[in-house]
C-alpha cells in the first residue's frame, strides 16, 4: 500500500513554509516560585501566548501509550506521538504485559540467556537504570526478572545499577538500593547467590546517547565489565561517601565497584549472560553497540578485555540496524507515520536540533527508524552539542540552531519544517531553577528570530512540547500548592518530568487563519493530534487512522 495524503478539497494550504517548533519539557503549570517557564523573561513566548489560538495538549500516561496516568511522558514518547499521528502501546507497558503473561520468560531470548549460565554455572548480569521511574526502566521488571531467574535455577546474578536521580527525586537512591538490598537478601541462599556489583551516575556513566560522549560508556565499561574503579563495601556505603565528599545528586555519582576482600564481586566473564533491562532505546544503543562489536569492529575506545557473553537488551531498540542482536520484548511496530506520508506524497522535509535531540525529530518522529524515508526529499540537521554541565552553558545551541533553520527556510527549499530546542529538559534536568530561567530566555530569543522570518515568508508555526519539566524545579506539597521543604531549610529540587499538559500555539499572521478555526480546547488532545493539524496547514486530508486535527478546515 503506498501511504500518500490526498489534497484537501476545502483549503489549498498554507503558501509559505509550514513549522513546528518543539520546545522541549516545557509545560504549562501555575505561576509559582517553582515554574522557571513562568518566571523567566519571556516577552516572545508571553505574547503568542496571548495573542494566538492555543490547546492544551495531553504529553503523558495513556495519551503517549504508557500504563497509566500517573507516568510521566518523556522525550522518546512524546515524539513518537507527535510524528506519528498515533498512540502506540510503549516500552513500559509493553514489558509489563511480557512479564505478566509471562510471555518473556518463554522467549527464545530468555532461555538462551538463561541457559547459557546454567550450562556453563556462570553469572547473570543485570544493568540498567535504578528506580521506577518508568522513563527508561523499573525497578519492578528487574525484580520479577531476578525471581524467575532464580526459579529457574541461576546460581550466580550481579545487578550493576545506574542511579537515577533524574526522573526521580535527585537524592532518592537510598530510598531504591536499601528496600532492594533487603529484597535480595532474601532471596538468596545455598542456591542463588545474588548482589550488587557496581553502580554510579546515568550522567556519568554508561548511559550516554546519540554517540555525544562515549567516554561515558567507556567508564561504564571500565566499572561494570572491568571492575575497575573505586571500591566500596556496599552500594549504599557508596552513595553516602560519594555524597559526604563531592555534594552532587544522583545522577552525577561517580562509578563504584563493589568489592570484597579488595576484590570485585561481580566482573563480567567469559560465559556469562548479560541482560540491559532498560525498555527505552536512545541511552540503551551505544553499551549495546559496546557488548555486540566482535573485537576487530569496534574503534570508540579500547575495551581491554572483550567478554565472550550471551547479551541482550530489553527491546530491540533500533529496529534498522538491529540493535541489538538479542532482545527480550518485541518494541512497538510504529507504522503510517507523518514522514513517510510526505516523502510518498513528494513534501520536502527539514529537521533540525542539536545532538542532544537530534534523534528525537528524526528516528523518534519517524517511528524508532534510522534513516530517511527519502534521501531526496529529506534533510536532517545535527548541531553538536556542548560536553558540558547543562546548568553552565543554559543556552545550549540555540542560536546555532537558529541560524540553521532561518537559512533553510530562507532558502525555500522545503515544505515542511521541524526543529527541536532541548533546552527546557536538558537544563531543567539539572534542578537549577536559575540555569533554567536562563535557558527558557535563551530560547524565548530564538523565537522572536523564528517568528520574524516566519512572518516574512508567509509561514504558518505550530509551537508545541513534548512533556512538561521547566514548568515545576521544586517538589510541590500537593495539599498546599507550595514546595516541598527539606531538612536544611532549602526547597527540594524537582529534576523529573511532569504531568503538566503542554502548550499546542497555531502561529498564523496569513489569509489562511480564513479558512480554519482552532478547535475548541476540551481536554480531550494530545501530541498525536499535531500530525493531522500540520498536514491540514499544508492542504492535506490526514489519514483515516490518525487522531484527529486541532483545526478544523472551512
Known amino acids: 500500500m503506498s501511504l500518500t495524503l490526498n489534497k484537501s478539497t476545502k483549503f489549498d494550504g498554507v503558501k509559505g513554509p509550514v513549522l513546528t517548533i518543539v520546545m522541549d519539557g516545557v509545560g504549562l503549570a501555575p505561576n509559582t516560585v517553582s515554574n522557571a517557564v513562568a518566571t523567566a523573561y519571556t516577552p516572545n513566548l508571553d505574547a503568542i501566548m496571548a495573542n494566538y489560538p492555543m490547546v492544551a495538549l495531553k504529553a503523558h500516561g495513556t495519551a503517549v501509550g504508557l500504563p497509566s496516568d500517573d507516568d510521566m511522558g518523556n522525550s522518546e514518547v512524546g515524539h513518537n506521538a507527535l510524528g506519528a499521528g498515533q498512540v502506540f502501546a510503549q516500552g513500559a507497558k509493553l514489558v509489563t504485559q511480557s512479564i505478566e503473561s509471562g510471555k518473556m520468560f518463554a522467549s527464545s531470548t530468555w532461555q538462551e540467556v538463561v541457559g547459557n549460565v546454567k550450562a556453563n554455572h556462570s553469572t547473570l548480569h ?40 533524574r526522573d526521580v527525586g535527585e537524592t532518592s537512591a537510598l530510598e531504591y538500593i536499601d528496600p532492594f538490598e533487603e529484597y535480595i537478601a532474601s532471596l538468596s541462599d545455598a542456591n542463588c547467590n545474588i548482589k550488587i556489583a557496581s553502580g554510579g551516575g546515568r550522567m556519568k556513566i554508561t548511559m550516554d546517547r546519540y554517540e555525544a560522549d562515549w567516554s561515558m560508556v567507556e567508564l561504564g565499561w571500565k566499572t561494570h565489565v572491568l571492575g575497575q574503579g573505586r571500591q566500596f563495601a556496599s552500594a549504599h556505603e557508596a552513595v553516602e561517601a560519594y555524597r559526604s565528599e563531592l ?237 516541598k521543604v527539606s531538612k536544611d531549610g532549602k526547597m527540594k529540587a524537582k529534576t523529573s518530568h511532569t504531568l503538566n499538559k503542554v502548550p499546542c500555539i ?16 476540551e481536554g480531550n488532545f494530545g501530541l498525536s493530534n499535531v500530525a493531522a493539524t500540520m498536514v491540514n496547514l499544508m492542504g492535506y486530508e490526514a489519514p483515516a487512522k490518525w487522531d484527529e486535527s486541532v483545526i478544523e478546515l472551512k
Open 247 to 483: 555534594h552532587v545528586i544522583d545522577q552525577d555519582l561517580p562509578p563504584f565497584v563493589i568489592a570484597e576482600d579488595g576484590k570485585p564481586v561481580g566482573t563480567v566473564e567469559d560465559g556469562d549472560s548479560v541482560i540491559f533491562f532498560n525498555f527505552r532505546g536512545d541511552r540503551s544503543i551505544e553499551i549495546s553497540k559496546t557488548f555486540d562489536a566482535p573485537v576487530d569492529a569496534f574503534d570508540k575506545f579500547d575495551r581491554i578485555r572483550v567478554p565472550k557473553v550471551v547479551y541482550a537488551g530489553m527491546l530491540e531498540y533500533d529496529g534498522d540496524l538491529h540493535i541489538p542482536a538479542k532482545f527480550l520484548v518485541n518494541p512497538p511496530e510504529i507504522t503510517e507515520t507523518m514522514g513517510e506520508y510526505l516523502a510518498n506524497t513528494g513534501v520536502k522535509q527539514y529537521a533540525i536540533s542539536e545532538t542532544q535531540k537530534y534523534g528525537h525529530v528524526t528516528y523518534f518522529w519517524n517511528g524508532n527508524k534510522s534513516g530517511k524515508f527519502s534521501d531526496r526529499l529529506e534533510t536532517y540537521v545535527e548541531v553538536p552539542s556542548d560536553v558540558v554541565p547543562f546548568e553552565q552553558r543554559p543556552w545550549m545551541k540555540c542560536a546555532e540552531i537558529t541560524d540553521k533553520l532561518i537559512e533553510a527556510l530562507e532558502s525555500g527549499a522545503y515544505d515542511y519544517y521541524r526543529v527541536n530546542f532541548p533546552n527546557g529538559d536538558m537544563v531543567g534536568h539539572t534542578g537549577s531553577l536559575a540555569a533554567t530561567r536562563c535557558s527558557m530566555e535563551a530560547l524565548d530569543l530564538q523565537l522572536g528570530r523564528i517568528l520574524a522570518v516566519v512572518d516574512r515568508l508567509g509561514g504558518v508555526a505550530l509551537i508545541t512540547a513534548d512533556h512538561g519539566n521547566a514548568d515545576e524545579m521544586f517538589e510541590m506539597d500537593k495539599k498546599t500548592g507550595q514546595p
Open 506 to 521: 497555531v502561529y498564523d499572521n496569513t489569509d489562511a487563519k480564513n479558512h480554519y478555526t482552532v478547535k475548541a480546547d
Open 126 to 165: 543485570f544493568l540498567g537504570l535504578f528506580s521506577d521511574g518508568n522513563v527508561h526502566s523499573h525497578i519492578d521488571h528487574l525484580k520479577a526478572m531476578i525471581a524467575e531467574a532464580k526459579a529457574e535455577g541461576v546460581e550466580t546474578i550481579r545487578v550493576h545499577i545506574l542511579i537515577d536521580g
